[in-house]
């Protein structure tokens, strides 16, 4: 080897990269463009008030990485159990969607017209099956029309910004967990027992926000001497015989440029193509981007829902979050916040919008869901651009062509959310650095073992119907 290992992006992939080379002997060096650690995962702090970006929590079925977590934060690791809901038309359902609930919820016609649609809909499929191919297909299929309509088309379309007919039924087939209208009702009376897929209602959180655990993990990196360097304006590539032999980096201290044994890539899967190929036609692989704007408040406490979605898709929030809910030291004592997630796309108007303009327009949203927010202490906008990726129709075609431009690259391998342009989540991001570490030590890549995490389903969904 003729280099350290450098690994791109200070995100959970990354440091638990760096971590599993550093716990391993070995000095990595990771580069991260933002000055905070923890990618996605970061915590925001302000005055003594705590955002994280979305609100995350923590749920794995890995034993493994939930001893880490505990060794690394101890007693600053907490257990927390959540509650959150739907609000909808004036109601709010519990999220996830509950079958009990909905048929409770939904007034005597609702509900009929959601029980034709969805007889008429298994109907059509056993008359003439056909494949899943959007999103659309995927819910109607198994929902109806008239459920679609209601919950799931219109939260869709404004968390990804593109019609549900164009985004692969893949997104649904990962994400929701109920199997079909049917199989709800079937639970619902007892007649059903089996559990397929249940959502965990307990999730571990650091008593700080998420991104505790991260500069936590960047110490222990750094105690055992690696390098983490945060600030980074610029990367490119340097190229030789099919290897990457230096990475150049804009750092605050100056240019440097830093020879490569092994590289981990962790950044946009795109971004890296781009860096090892450049000039090279690439396919699109788009993410959609995440507005926040964090509130304030003079109160002690706004709701008892950790979170709760707008299913509506007038409104331009998809989520409002109450950091508190997850650990109070997220609010000075006497105090709460609000954090609300909008969509958005890079450049559009939510994302050029100040705070002043988004504390207006989210004040009238809030208004219309019912909420009177007028003890707004302070606020401030967080956004990232990298929020979601978006799996168009042919997504998948199209990460494969761009996965085999870096198979080119014997030294080089891509990884995480953004690296592998897959919807994962904390631990399965992490659970990739780990293998990642453990192939750079060998300088080996697979990278079928790195895509196939986070695919299994396991009986304890770590997700929801969205992050
Ligand atoms: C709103 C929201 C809520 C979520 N909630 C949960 C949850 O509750 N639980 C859960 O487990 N997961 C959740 N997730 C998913 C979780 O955030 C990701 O799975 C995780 O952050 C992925 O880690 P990563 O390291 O692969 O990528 P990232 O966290 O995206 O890290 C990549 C890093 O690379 C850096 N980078 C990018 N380009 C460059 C460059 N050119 N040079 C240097 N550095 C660069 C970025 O700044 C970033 O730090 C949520 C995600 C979102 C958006």
Redesign the pocket.
């Known amino acids: 080897m003729n280099g350290p290992h450098v690994i791109?992006?200070?995100?959970?992939?990354?440091?638990a990269a760096a971590w599993e080379l550093a716990r391993a002997g070995q000095k990595p060096i990771v580069?991260?463009?933002?000055s905070l650690?923890?990618?996605?995962?970061?915590t925001h702090e302000k005055d003594g008030w705590r955002f994280d970006?979305?609100?995350?929590?923590?749920?794995s079925a890995s034993v493994e990485l939930s001893r880490w977590l505990e060794g690394l934060l101890g007693e600053d690791l907490l257990t927390q159990e959540r509650r959150s809901v739907v609000l909808h038309d004036g109601r709010s359902f519990k999220y996830p969607l509950d079958a009990a609930d909905l048929v409770r919820s939904l007034g005597v016609r609702e509900n009929a017209r959601a029980l034709a649609g969805y007889a008429e809909a298994r109907a059509v499929h056993a008359l003439r099956p056909r494949p899943d191919v959007s999103f659309e297909d995927w819910v109607t299929a198994r929902f109806g029309r008239p459920l679609y309509d209601t919950f799931f088309g219109p939260y869709t379309q404004k968390l990804w910004g593109l019609h549900p007919s164009c985004i692969s039924a893949d997104w649904a087939a990962e994400r929701i967990s109920l199997l079909h209208l049917g199989d709800a009702l079937l639970r619902m009376g007892g007649v059903r027992r089996s559990e397929i897929r249940t959502y965990a209602r307990r999730y571990r959180y650091p008593r700080h926000g998420m991104g505790q655990l991260y500069e936590a993990m960047s110490r222990e990196v750094k105690s055992l001497g690696g390098e983490i360097v945060t600030g980074?304006r610029?990367?490119s590539l340097e190229v030789a015989a099919k290897r990457v032999v230096a990475v150049r980096a804009d750092t605050v201290a100056g240019p440097r440029r830093i020879p490569v044994g092994e590289l981990l890539s962790?950044?946009?899967l795109t971004?890296l193509a781009q860096s090892l190929r450049p000039g090279v036609a690439l396919p699109e692989l788009r993410f959609r981007a995440?507005t926040f704007l964090n509130l304030m408040l003079a109160r002690r406490d706004f709701s008892e829902n950790t979170w709760m979605y707008v299913a509506s898709g007038a409104l331009a929030m998809s989520r409002i979050q109450e950091p508190k809910r997850r650990s109070v030291a997220m609010a000075p004592e006497g105090r709460t916040s609000l954090m609300l997630?909008i969509p958005c796309n890079v450049g559009d108007g939510t994302w050029r919008a100040d705070v002043g303009e988004l504390r207006r327009r989210m004040g009238a949203e809030l208004r219309e869901l019912g909420f009177t927010v007028d003890d707004v202490l302070d606020a401030f906008v967080v956004r990232?651009a990298?929020?979601?990726p978006v799996y168009h129709l042919g997504y998948e075609r199209d990460r494969q062509e761009t996965l085999r431009v870096v198979s080119e690259f014997a030294n080089v391998r891509t990884?995480?959310?953004?690296?592998l342009f897959r919807y994962?989540?904390?631990?399965?991001?992490m659970q990739?650095?780990v293998v990642a570490a453990r192939q750079m030590m060998q300088s080996a890549r697979d990278a079928a073992a790195l895509d196939a995490i986070g695919r299994a389903r396991s009986p304890i969904e770590?997700?929801a119907l969205t992050?």
Request: include cysteine; glycine fraction near 22%; hydrophobic fraction near 45%.
């Open positions: 791109l992006g200070g995100g959970p992939c990354g440091l580069l991260e463009r933002e650690v923890g990618g996605l995962c970061a970006l979305g609100g995350h929590r923590f749920v980074v610029a990367l962790t950044i946009p971004d995440l997630e990232v990298h929020g979601y990884a995480g959310r953004q690296g994962v989540f904390m631990d399965a991001a990739m650095g770590t997700s992050a």
